[in-house]
């Protein structure tokens, strides 16, 4: 799964790389949470092929919910059902971002303990995660929202959990984002885990664990306790 995650870079660096259509206004993150507001790149509202970056809250409420406060708002969606589940079926079909990150945290779990890992990609680059997001409106006004796609894990993530982000690769992205593609097959085809070899892992400061907690130091390596066998 993704329940956290990490984006620090400046907003020129993420407009360049994702070919932003204007450079958004970004603040260094290191400890991004679900409920919180988080940055989606999507395919311009008027049906072009512009790329902007919106804020929007994690956590999924589709048009069809009686509230936005009410009810299981999920921070995932998982790539074996997310093109037939009614939760997630026209958001796939018309409405795929991409949630920029530096890296995201997974936790291990050994008998009672649980050790998060900081996860990156090995070359440095930013990440581009498959998200999906909806437009739910009521008296209170329009609120988009949105959920990030999982996958099944590589080799890499495995031994830490059992899922992880679907991560699209460079020349993936606008094949996503295109608003125009009516053939789900293309975009199936990218919800698979990424080569193993892209990814590095290492464990980190335990205060991860504390949402209010967001500074650069969490992710400092730390040592891992499991290699010694330890579950304190």
């Given at each position: 799964?993704?329940?956290?995650?990490?984006?620090?870079?400046?907003?020129?660096?993420?407009?360049?790389?994702?070919?932003?259509?204007?450079?958004?206004?970004?603040?260094?993150?290191?400890?991004?949470?679900?409920?919180?507001?988080?940055?989606?790149?999507?395919?311009?509202?008027?049906?072009?092929?512009?790329r902007v970056l919106d804020s929007m809250q994690w956590g999924f409420v589709p048009r069809f919910a009686k509230s936005r406060r009410e009810g299981t708002r999920p921070i995932n969606a998982r790539a074996e059902t997310v093109a037939t589940t009614p939760l997630f079926r026209a958001a796939f079909a018309r409405r795929r971002g991409v949630v920029p990150a530096d890296g995201f945290y997974e936790w291990q779990h050994r008998g009672k303990s649980a050790r998060p890992f900081?996860?990156?990609?090995?070359?440095?680059?930013?990440?581009?995660?498959?998200?999906?997001?909806?437009?739910?409106?009521?008296?209170?006004?329009?609120?988009?929202?949105?959920?990030?796609?999982?996958?099944?894990?590589?080799?890499?993530?495995?031994?830490?959990?059992?899922?992880?982000?679907?991560?699209?690769?460079?020349?993936?992205?606008?094949?996503?984002l295109d608003p125009t593609l009516g053939d789900v097959d293309p975009l199936r085809a990218l919800l698979r885990p990424c080569p193993a070899e892209w990814i590095e892992s290492y464990p980190v400061d335990r205060r991860v664990n504390d949402v209010h907690c967001d500074d650069a130091r969490l992710l400092e390596p730390e040592r891992d306790l499991f290699s010694s066998g330890s579950d304190a």
């Amino acid at each position: 799964m993704c329940g956290r995650f990490f984006l620090s870079r400046s907003s020129a660096e993420v407009a360049r790389a994702f070919d932003l259509a204007e450079e958004p206004t970004l603040a260094p993150h290191y400890n991004i949470a679900p409920s919180q507001r988080v940055p989606v790149i999507r395919a311009q509202p008027d049906g072009g092929t512009r790329r902007v970056l919106d804020s929007m809250q994690w956590g999924f409420v589709p048009r069809f919910a009686k509230s936005r406060r009410e009810g299981t708002r999920p921070i995932n969606a998982r790539a074996e059902t997310v093109a037939t589940t009614p939760l997630f079926r026209a958001a796939f079909a018309r409405r795929r971002g991409v949630v920029p990150a530096d890296g995201f945290y997974e936790w291990q779990h050994r008998g009672k303990s649980a050790r998060p890992f900081a996860v990156r990609l090995r070359d440095g680059s930013l990440l581009a995660m498959a998200a999906l997001w909806e437009r739910f409106e009521d008296a209170e006004g329009a609120l988009d929202s949105c959920a990030i796609v999982t996958t099944e894990a590589n080799a890499a993530i495995a031994p830490i959990h059992d899922r992880m982000p679907v991560l699209l690769a460079p020349d993936a992205v606008a094949t996503w984002l295109d608003p125009t593609l009516g053939d789900v097959d293309p975009l199936r085809a990218l919800l698979r885990p990424c080569p193993a070899e892209w990814i590095e892992s290492y464990p980190v400061d335990r205060r991860v664990n504390d949402v209010h907690c967001d500074d650069a130091r969490l992710l400092e390596p730390e040592r891992d306790l499991f290699s010694s066998g330890s579950d304190a």
